[in-house]
Every structure is written in structure tokens, then in C-alpha cells.
């Protein structure tokens, strides 16, 4: 089994940055991609950014491309997302989530809210 605790979610204004962070506990298995997702009110939960843990290779949704930064750490059981130049349209609940070899984990999701 595997559990996801995050941390980082917060209030910033428009054009400011946010870290946000996911720890990973995993016991006898590994975790082959890790990812972030966010949903607004009212609509559909969107993928933000996804990486391979193996190989590190990453992708991003183009809304936010150039602007997050998704990276592990050298353990590969946090899960970060860095973001920049941040604008009141990416306002969500956040989520991580870590897909094991049969079953998907999800994060509890955390608020993030850009003012302009």
C-alpha cells in the first residue's frame, strides 16, 4: 500500500511562485510515474504534469509549460511541483497521484489560489 501526504498549497498573487509537495510510502513496490492533476469548480480534473521515475523523462500540460517544474527527489518518494509566474486561471485543488503496478494512489489535494 502506498500513501500520499501533501503539502504546500497556499494563497499567492498573480505572477508569484508555489511549491508543492507529495511524500511517497511505498513498501515493496515501486511507483512507475508520478503526477499532478487539478480541477476547478465546475470542471473536469486535468492532468498538469507527469513524470517517469525510472527515467526522469517528464510532460506537461501546454497551459503551464515553461512555467512548472515537476521533479522528484533522489529517493524518488517526494513528488515537487514548482510553480512560476503564476496566474489566476491556474486557481485549483491540486492533486498528486502515483501509479503502482495494478492500482492508482491519490493525494488528498491542496488549494491553490492566485490573486491578481
Known amino acids: 500500500q502506498v500513501q500520499l501526504v501533501e503539502s504546500g498549497g497556499g494563497l499567492v498573487q498573480s505572477g508569484g511562485s508555489l511549491r508543492l509537495s507529495c511524500a511517497a510510502s511505498?513498501?515493496?513496490?515501486?511507483?512507475?510515474?508520478m503526477s499532478w492533476h487539478r480541477q476547478a469548480p465546475g470542471k473536469q480534473r486535468e492532468l498538469v504534469a507527469r513524470i517517469i521515475t525510472r527515467s526522469g523523462n517528464t510532460n506537461y500540460a501546454d497551459s503551464v509549460k515553461g512555467r512548472f517544474t515537476i521533479s522528484t527527489d533522489d529517493s524518488g518518494n517526494t513528488l515537487f511541483l514548482q510553480m512560476n509566474s503564476l496566474k489566476p486561471e491556474d486557481t485549483a485543488v491540486y492533486y498528486c497521484?502515483?501509479?503502482?503496478?495494478?492500482?492508482?494512489?491519490w493525494g488528498q489535494g491542496t488549494q491553490v489560489t492566485v490573486s491578481s
Open positions: 497521484k502515483g501509479d503502482g503496478y495494478t492500482t492508482e494512489y
Open positions: 511505498r513498501r515493496g513496490f515501486r511507483l512507475y510515474t
